[in-house]
């Protein structure tokens, strides 16, 4: 595709002028602007998660187990409510209005955290917090799957993968400051929780603000013209009449889509949540808890780097091929996890880089992937698929983790966990791609 | 609106916040507890309980419940104490301590405090006595979790946990102190006693004490040991660093006045949590109490020899609650928003 043509469709789709000026990875203003109000939306979130167990047990005297449920509630989520997102979308053709409910309502949860000292009582609190908790996770699974779509909608097809690659960077950097800058504040204002919730919530403000201000929609029927054929556009037409669920099973019903929710869950299923690897990786160590939350800030900073660089990899070598080849890193971080390499606090440093890279060549490139596929007026809803799977894949990783931890050992869990990803990762890694690339737009034949 | 102009907007958008947040930096007064005294005003309940409050400077004098504290307000995490018997709606007596988990007996107390506000987060342990005077701190490696003084005021224990932070989670490591309370030093950490199980030489390098509970003399002790995935009694004498495996199956102890039961938290079977059990050790009958359906995670304190106290949160009432160890009346709120509790009859 010319570089020409390219910035025609950049003009046409109400983009920013500056796109398509640069070489590979520069991508449209569109992009950039999703990934600003991800980025403050992440600074946000990730400022009150990190003095969350602080705030509660020393603020709220809160139970330490009762802090467990806390934090539960927070990883799990409502899964379903992505597909109503993506849905929404979807069928109202406004991506940008859906995203934008479901930041504004985790906006308005930040205020809540903000108002809930004054009004703390032992033991009723409890449901609120609750509460406050469920209704921010819901904001973030209604605007994931428009938020995707909209991205996947602003790039031409070539540039896919380099686009998610923009966005997640920007996201990682976002995660990555939100615990620096909650510390920062605490550290000069010791325990005025009550500043860091105020940010939190201005950001969050923020972050609504850029998308509104900085992101355009984009039009499906503009945008499937680039690289849809005849057919998907024929079944996409016919949306508009169906509710959710009928929706959701209409999509699943495309082979090459089921293919890429297969890979999403599969794989989600064989990944060790990333706080079993770090407490692992304290117990052979001599250092203490205190530096967990800094291995989570290195791994976003690993991300951050190499998001970019690979995403545009991914578009050249194939999405597919990254995408299993990328789980590679996430074994060797197992096996330092099991002891097979250098002492404190060498093991630490390369199993952030390690982990960093497994997120940089599978998080934005299996979006990437899934939208590649997807006919422009299913795919909020074909992400949301693929963002349920990896989160039903990773929710029962965990359960299966801790279950093996519990009742065998943390060595033997880590071990299989190893071995199945290896064999899952075998039995991808010499599959056909399948409609990855600009030029393979047609349905993927299961292999 | 143009791209250029839209950019424009959100640049203001961004220079605006900053000055919002610097403003509010400037103007909001602090509602964190113990900032200030106009943080008491955060709620009508809050200051009123502050304002009945009677501060102390010296320990009161016949049976008292000390406990930390936990009613929101500017008093919020101060050692607090009520006189028994207790009289409805009494006023908490206040001591200039802030404490996140403390004990008392016979003219010294042990009060551990935590700063997690900082990074890294802070652990301090220190000896008081009955003016509240302080002894040199001890650093502690992690969050405090247990703490108890021996009956006759001569030693402390204190436990922390090292990594993890709550028992629940399968992971945690624990490290347990005895410290001497005339001095205010660490006089050993138990992972450096001996143990014997069987009579026979027992050690691993997975062992994790916590839960210290004193005998009268101030030497003899009951603890527990996890090991291997299972919790052991281990009753021990500090003087001569060595420990002896007593049985399974047993968390948290706490010996009772007259040292003829032990009242413990057993771990339940399917689930995360604990239930509470007394274990009569003249004769080894171990038995449930009724303390309802709850998982109770705390090591009780007696009351008297037939009565224990415990921190629970439940949908009642958060605070300390009263069971009595006989089985037979339900468990009761002694004093709502109280926790830690430590009894002198």
Known sequence: ?447 | MTPRRAQLFFLAACVVSILTIALYIAVARPQAPASSPSAAATTAAASAADARATLISAMPSGPIILFRNAAPGALYGRLAIQKLPLTPDAAPLIAPLSCERVYYAAGAGICLVADEARLPPRYLAYVFDDTFAQRPAITLTGPPIRARVSPDGRRAAVTVFESGHSYADDAFSTKTQVIETSSGKVLGDLEAFAVRKDGQPFASIDFNFWGVTFARDGDHFYATLKTKGERYLVKGSVDARVMDVVRAGVECPSLSPDETMIVFKKPLVREVGWRLHVLVLASGEERPLNQVRRSIDDQVDWFDNRHIVYHDSASEGTGVWMLSVDGTSPPRLLLPNAYSPAVRQ
């Open chain 1, 1 to 447: 595709m010319s570089r020409l043509g390219q910035l025609t469709r950049e003009r046409r789709a109400g983009v920013g002028a500056d796109a398509g000026a640069g070489a590979g990875w520069r991508v449209p203003a569109n992009v950039w602007g999703l990934g600003v109000t991800s980025l403050l939306t992440d600074i946000s979130s990730e400022m009150i998660v990190s003095v969350l167990p602080a705030y509660l047990v020393l603020t709220a005297g809160f139970a330490p187990l009762l802090l467990g449920v806390a934090t539960s509630l927070h990883e799990g989520g409502p899964l379903l409510v992505t597909w109503i997102g993506g849905w929404a979308a979807d069928r109202s053709g406004r991506r940008k209005l859906t995203a934008a409910c479901g930041y504004a309502l985790s906006a308005v949860c930040r205020l809540g955290w903000l108002l809930l000292p004054a009004r703390i009582l032992p033991g009723r609190a409890v449901s609120e917090l609750a509460l406050l908790i469920v209704s921010d996770r819901m904001g973030k699974a209604i605007r994931t799957a428009p938020r995707d779509a909209l991205i996947s909608l602003s790039v031409r097809p070539a540039q896919l993968a380099t686009a998610f690659g923009v966005h997640r960077a920007l996201d990682a950097a976002g995660a990555a400051a939100g615990p620096v800058l909650a510390f920062t504040l605490l550290w000069h204002f010791p325990r005025r929780f009550d500043i860091v919730f105020f940010a939190s919530f201005i950001a969050a403000l923020l972050g609504v603000a850029a998308l509104l201000l900085l992101v355009r929609e984009q039009h499906p029927v503009d945008a499937d013209q680039r690289d849809q054929s005849g057919e998907r556009d024929a079944r996409g037409s016919s949306r508009g009449t169906t509710h959710v669920w009928s929706e959701a099973w209409r999509v699943f019903a495309d082979p090459a889509l089921r293919r890429v929710i297969i890979l999403a869950a599969g794989f989600g299923l064989v990944t060790i949540n990333d706080a079993f690897v770090y407490v692992l990786l304290m117990q052979r160590s001599p250092a203490h808890t205190h530096w967990i939350p800094l291995l989570y800030a290195g791994t976003a900073a690993a991300f951050l780097l190499l998001a970019v660089p690979i995403g545009a990899l991914a578009d050249r070598a194939g999405r597919q091929r990254v995408f299993v080849l990328g789980h590679v890193p996430l074994l060797l971080a197992y096996a330092i996890v099991l002891g097979g390499a250098p002492a404190w606090p060498a093991n630490a440093i390369l199993c952030v880089l390690l982990l960093g890279g497994y997120y940089a060549s599978t998080d934005g490139v299996l979006a990437s992937l899934a939208g590649g596929l997807l006919p422009a007026p299913v795919r909020a809803m074909g992400l949301a698929w693929v963002d349920t799977a990896v989160s039903v894949g990773r929710l029962c990783s965990s359960m299966l983790f801790g279950l093996l931890w519990t009742h065998v050992s943390a060595r033997t869990a880590v071990l299989t966990f190893a071995a199945a990803l290896f064999l899952i990762m075998a039995s991808f890694a010499f599959r056909p791609e399948d409609g990855t690339t600009c030029t393979t737009g047609t349905t993927g034949a299961p292999a």
